[in-house]
């Protein structure tokens, strides 16, 4: 093999799981900022990073644009999540009943919205896919089933055990 010739290694399974972890303990952090829309954007955030990573240890080629527009068509194909989630995002601003609906209810959402990401992008790119053959449209079903997935496996983490995500 020539030097100038990458070999490339699909990421294991345990890589994998580590990297779609510690996002997911990433959005459920920003699940928790007590400012509405600020915590919705970091959670965007954090799924958008996750991507990235997710493209670059399959070796696809990435673009933020592009990224954001497959992401916000594959959350909002299932639109009771992110309308749910918005709407209890500004209800932090009512004294103590929002605060508290806002720190029960959205970490556990943050968390399993980026869970299902992770999943469809991973299965999306383990099967020779790249961003631009993705179809939102095709994997609803399989998302919605991850989100629910994403659910339990966010009520279940311990965050003790996670490690940096850069």
Same mark, same amino acid.
């Given at each position: 093999?020539?030097?100038?010739?990458?070999?490339?290694? =699909?990421?294991? !399974?345990?890589?994998?799981?580590? $990297? %779609?972890?510690?996002?997911?303990?990433?959005?459920? #952090? *920003? @699940? /928790?900022?007590?400012?509405?829309?600020?915590?919705?954007?970091?959670?965007?955030?954090?799924?958008?990073?996750?991507?990235?990573?997710?493209?670059?240890?399959?070796?696809?080629?990435?673009?933020? =644009?592009?990224? !954001?527009?497959?992401?916000?068509? $594959? %959350?909002?194909?299932?639109?009771?999540?992110?309308? #749910? *989630? @918005? /709407?209890?995002?500004?209800?932090?601003?009512?004294?103590?009943?929002?605060?508290?609906?806002?720190?029960?209810?959205?970490?556990?959402?943050?968390?399993?919205?980026?869970?299902?990401?992770?999943?469809?992008?991973?299965?999306?790119?383990?099967?020779?896919?790249?961003?631009?053959?993705?179809?939102?449209?095709?994997?609803?079903?399989?998302?919605?089933?991850?989100?629910?997935?994403?659910?339990?496996?966010?009520?279940?983490?311990?965050?003790?055990?996670?490690?940096?995500?850069?």
């Amino acid at each position: 093999m020539s030097k100038n010739v990458q070999e490339i290694v =699909e990421p294991t !399974k345990e890589e994998l799981d580590r $990297l %779609v972890r510690n996002h997911v303990l990433g959005s459920m #952090g *920003f @699940g /928790l900022i007590p400012m509405p829309i600020v915590d919705f954007i970091g959670v965007t955030g954090i799924q958008l990073n996750l991507l990235r990573k997710l493209a670059l240890a399959y070796n696809i080629p990435f673009s933020k =644009e592009k990224g !954001k527009s497959l992401i916000g068509a $594959l %959350v909002g194909g299932g639109m009771t999540v992110p309308i #749910g *989630f @918005g /709407l209890a995002s500004f209800l932090k601003v009512v004294p103590f009943i929002g605060a508290t609906t806002g720190a029960i209810a959205l970490p556990a959402t943050a968390g399993a919205m980026t869970y299902a990401v992770g999943k469809v992008f991973s299965q999306h790119f383990a099967t020779g896919g790249t961003l631009l053959n993705f179809d939102p449209e095709k994997v609803k079903d399989y998302y919605r089933e991850m989100f629910q997935e994403g659910k339990s496996y966010a009520q279940n983490l311990k965050p003790a055990t996670a490690t940096a995500t850069t």
